[in-house]
């Protein structure tokens, strides 16, 4: 009697698609992470960054209001943890309006310009103002606010 030998097998080979199927998942668990940090990065580059803003709404932020006669007015707001609002315009009546808007403000103990002027809320809000006089009477004035 002799024995028997079982039929070889041949080897069992994986199907094309098996292969894509697992270099795809491969691909996603590797790149996915990388793809997610560069796409972070990219969406949180430009946070911050001073941008152009209605000036009304920047002075209602400052709680003050724009001068009657202001002209070349320019307004930007950069957000983030705290946001930082900025106005600069020409008038003619820089005293007698930040008389008005201002009343409560202190004078800085450092000035570079011919005024300054910082007036606080609550400890929450600050406004700077600086007020620089041109020739014929005409002042440029910038109002900073920033919150905590």
């Avoid at 691909?27 to 580059?45: E, N, S």
């Avoid at 006669?69 to 020409?90: G, I, L, N, S």
């Avoid at 409560?104 to 103002?129: I, K, N």
Wanted: charged letters at 25%.
């Amino acid at each position: 009697m002799g024995e028997e030998k079982a039929p070889k097998r041949k080897p069992v080979k994986a199907r094309p698609w098996t292969w894509v199927w697992a270099t795809a998942v491969m691909t996603v668990i590797c790149a996915g992470p990388l793809a997610l940090l560069a796409w972070g990065a990219m969406a949180w580059d430009e946070i911050g960054e001073a941008k152009p803003a209605d000036c009304s709404d920047v002075m209602t932020f400052a709680r003050g209001t724009l001068p009657a006669d202001a002209r070349d007015a320019r307004c930007t707001a950069a957000h983030w943890q705290d946001t930082v609002a900025e106005a600069e315009f020409r008038t003619d009546r820089a005293g007698a309006w930040l008389a008005a808007t201002y009343p409560a403000g202190e004078t800085a103990y450092s000035c570079e310009v011919d005024v300054c002027v910082r007036a606080s809320y609550d400890e929450v809000l600050f406004v700077d103002v600086s007020i620089a006089y041109e020739d014929g009477g005409t002042a440029l004035v910038r109002v900073k606010a920033f919150d905590l």
